[in-house]
């Protein structure tokens, strides 16, 4: 028996919808994304509206995402204790290597980066904060991934692959045999993948009890990074290694 309220299940979808999806969306396309009758979302959208959890566009109709998601979001990111306990490591990874530097978790399916230190490089690349991915998208992922259950890994490389750029890995074999080049070097280095022009290094963070949900990365232009790659790896896993024992990995 399902004991999930059914308008609270579809008040949560529809939120959801915006993640991936334009600033605004009218009520026929998040009737035809939902499969719910346009009469059951404007029902849904007129309670979400009245509570701030949606707002509408009085020029356009359109809906877009509303101001008590802000306010929760930022509770959320407040409480969340990795983000501070982590916050001089990733500082610190910051100082010794000038680039990018990002702290990313697992949530379901998805990475998000909830945390992220930028280059004082004029030039330099920028990831934006709280976006979701695939796990098998980034560096700062795909070391996330590599250390989950082998059902859970063939749940997600066996599915629709996104590929962002010609470089990015296309076939689930190949994903697999990424993971487990990650997982027996223990780090992550990725090539034009994501970005063309963009390298990533990231390491796995262990908890007490040895399981990995988050990772922390160092992200930069590939001219400016790979000649110093031996460096860079040396630095982003001694650091990963550092946090993890002090989140209680021991080995």
Request: proline content about 4%; aromatic content about 8%; glycine content about 6%.
């Amino acid at each position: 028996m399902d004991n999930h309220l059914s308008s609270v299940k579809n008040s949560c979808r529809l939120l959801k919808l915006f993640l991936d999806s334009p600033k605004e969306m009218g009520v026929s396309e998040l009737s035809r994304q939902l499969q719910l009758s346009k009469g059951a979302v404007h029902k849904l959208l007129m309670t979400l509206e009245s509570e701030g959890f949606i707002k509408q566009n009085p020029a356009n109709k359109q809906y877009s995402l509303g101001f008590t998601l802000l306010g929760l979001g930022n509770k959320v990111l407040k409480n969340h204790n990795l983000v501070d306990f982590a916050k001089p490591y990733l500082q610190k990874l910051a100082d010794t290597t000038q680039e990018l530097v990002c702290l990313c978790v697992r949530d379901g399916q998805e990475a998000i980066y909830i945390d992220r230190i930028d280059s004082i490089h004029p030039i330099r690349f920028n990831v934006e904060a709280y976006r979701r991915f695939p796990l098998y998208a980034t560096s700062a992922s795909r070391v996330i991934l590599a250390y989950q259950d082998p059902s859970f890994i063939e749940s997600i490389i066996n599915t629709d692959i996104r590929t962002f750029t010609p470089y990015s890995l296309k076939e689930p074999a190949e994903i697999k045999e990424r993971l487990q080049s990650i997982f027996t070097k223990g780090y992550e280095v990725s090539e034009n993948m994501r970005n063309v022009g963009v390298m990533g290094i990231a390491a796995p963070l262990f908890d007490i009890d040895s399981t990995v949900t988050a990772s922390i990365s160092m992200i930069g232009p590939v001219d400016r990074v790979k000649p110093s790659l031996d460096s860079f790896v040396q630095h982003v896993t001694a650091i990963a290694q550092d946090l993890s024992v002090q989140l209680g990995y021991r080995g």
